[in-house]
């Protein structure tokens, strides 16, 4: 039985001079949840926030170096089968004297390679997953054959397109959570652009980078790693270009994100600041990848700061907010369009609001929304599995066949 995260809480909860009850009450979470925590069940990450708002500490402190629980299962077959050819192609074997050759690739023209990063950053957008992993080996090999048969300033665009190529790479393996991947694809991808004096670009990988960092909870290191890139790049305000504006503005919201989830709320604070400055200074939303991360401005600003409200249980919050200012439909009318996955992300925290105020149609309509939009997306998000069994758990009436029918649709047990 895992014994590192119980044995922190217990401890922090005692040097507070709280009891279990006491516990319970200040995290605003049931007496047996807290139970649980020091019994070893498992835990949401968001009940480890409570927890270490309620105690004081950050939220990294809770956790414990500690060997993984298995999850070896007919998912991680799949996924390791399903991936196979994006792997050979993005971590070929490496010898004694190089990777292993595999079979000659003729490199495409720079102009073919960035116009198939643009599809396949459109049929990522378009929820087209598959599509996406069987267009990503030929682009990363033929990426690369470019940079090696190339010279001079040929050479430097083709490097150029080759950190596209991986970005998006990148991009997709952090969604679909294969991480280690994702590491080498973003890692690869800043150290190429950053080599090549493209700073911007490199910054643009950073981006990615914490958002890797985030899916990890490794909160210290992103907030660390955004803050530091951040100041790196700090535009002049009067003269940015809106490339510039926008992945400063992401770094920060990399800084909040983190900040908030790790019990630092001043932190936070100011980061939401920072990036609502460079918000304004846009005035609209741009989705300009491959030039920064995609998807920033006003609206991406407000819905990310509803997002702490959701972190922090005020869902009343979450709710007014949401249907007032920037990201109600008359003020994305006057922003412009915010990238799918950030809208779908925020109506999820709309639907877990709604699951906390006892609204289980108006949770499932959201739910609805967002499968009709993006039917595989909604399959990689644990909120949207926790809103479900939300629902499955406190709904008191029968449950309805699209009840039924979506939790099937996300594995949840009812």
């Not at 997709?172 to 911007?200: C, H, K, P, S, W």
């Not at 989705?287 to 998807?295: D, K, Y």
Request: hydrophobic fraction near 40%; charge should be neutral.
């Amino acid at each position: 039985m895992s014994t590192g995260l119980p044995d922190n809480i217990r401890k922090f909860r005692r040097t507070a001079g709280l009891s279990q009850e006491g516990l319970a009450e200040a995290a605003d979470l049931s007496l047996s949840t807290v139970r649980k925590v020091e019994q070893g069940g498992d835990v949401r990450v968001e009940t480890l926030h409570a927890l270490a708002r309620a105690l004081g500490v950050s939220t990294s402190a809770l956790f414990a170096t500690e060997a993984p629980r298995s999850v070896v299962g007919p998912q991680d077959d799949a996924n390791r089968r399903h991936l196979v050819e994006l792997r050979r192609a993005l971590m070929p074997p490496i010898g004694l004297a190089a990777p292993l050759a595999g079979e000659p690739v003729e490199p495409e023209g720079l102009d073919a390679t960035r116009q198939q990063v643009r599809d396949a950053r459109a049929l990522y957008d378009q929820d087209r997953y598959s599509s996406v992993a069987k267009l990503l080996p030929s682009l990363l090999r033929s990426s690369e054959a470019a940079v090696n048969v190339l010279d001079g300033e040929e050479q430097q665009q083709a490097v150029m397109a080759r950190s596209q190529v991986l970005l998006m790479t990148g991009q997709f393996l952090t969604q679909v959570r294969q991480y280690d991947m994702a590491y080498y694809a973003l890692a690869e991808a800043i150290r190429l652009a950053r080599e090549n004096g493209q700073t911007l670009t490199a910054a643009t990988g950073v981006v990615g980078m914490c958002w890797l960092l985030l899916r990890q909870d490794r909160f210290d290191e992103c907030e660390l790693l955004a803050a530091q890139t951040a100041a790196e790049i700090e535009p002049r305000l009067s003269e940015a270009t809106t490339n510039q504006l926008a992945v400063w503005g992401e770094l920060w919201l990399r800084v909040a994100a983190s900040s908030v989830r790790n019990n630092r709320p001043d932190v936070a604070a100011e980061a939401r600041r920072m990036a609502a400055t460079a918000a304004s200074a846009m005035g609209r939303e741009d989705a300009g990848f491959p030039n920064h991360w995609g998807g920033f401005g006003p609206a991406t600003v407000e819905m990310k700061a509803i997002e702490d409200l959701s972190l922090s249980g005020d869902v009343r919050g979450v709710l007014r907010r949401s249907d007032e200012g920037p990201v109600s439909a008359r003020g994305l009318r006057g922003l412009g369009e915010v990238t799918p996955n950030n809208w779908n992300r925020h109506r999820l925290d709309v639907a877990q609001a709604y699951v906390k105020t006892g609204e289980h149609l108006e949770a499932m309509g959201e739910l609805i929304q967002i499968k009709q939009r993006a039917d595989g997306w909604i399959t990689h998000q644990p909120m949207a599995r926790y809103v479900m069994a939300d629902i499955l758990k406190t709904r008191k009436r029968t449950l309805t066949e699209e009840m039924r029918s979506m939790a099937a649709h996300l594995g949840v047990a009812g």
